[in-house]
């Protein structure tokens, strides 16, 4: 049974850093498309950051350029989203997803293209 977990998501002030973590089971990670996705109350669930399988190239969204990175750790099967410089708007619960077949920009960063989806975990950033 596939799961993915996140956590790191907490309440920050504005300038800040935050560190999101998605721990998987049940699949090899590097195997895998995986993503970070955040959604707000009332809109859609966007794109943040995407990267390919087998420690492929990523792909971002444009307003998290020279912000965020993404990563992932084939030995301990994670997937983590450094957010940097963060803004009040990048308030939102963050999602970590992931799915086995291949993607490509910009498909790889659309929500309906994954089949795995973690609970999500609550990014607040203060003005």
């Known amino acids: 049974q596939v799961r993915l977990a996140e956590s790191g998501g907490c309440l920050v002030q504005a300038g800040g850093s935050l560190r999101l973590s998605c721990t998987a089971s049940?699949?090899?990670?590097?195997?895998?498309?995986m993503g970070w996705f955040r959604q707000v109350p009332g809109k859609e669930r966007e794109g943040v950051y995407a990267?390919?399988?087998?420690?492929?190239?990523?792909y971002y969204r444009d307003s998290m350029k020279g912000r965020f990175t993404i990563s992932r750790d084939a030995a301990k099967n994670a997937l983590y989203l450094q957010m940097n410089s963060l803004k009040p708007e990048d308030t939102a619960m963050y999602y970590c997803?992931?799915?086995?077949?291949?993607?490509?920009?910009?498909?790889?960063?659309?929500?309906?293209?994954?089949?795995?989806w973690g609970q999500g975990t609550q990014v607040t950033v203060s003005s």
């Open positions: 990267i390919r399988r087998s420690g492929g190239r990523t």
């Open positions: 049940g699949l090899t990670a590097d195997d895998y498309i």
């Open positions: 997803a992931a799915d086995p077949s291949p993607a490509y920009y910009p498909d790889i960063l659309y929500p309906r293209r994954y089949t795995y």
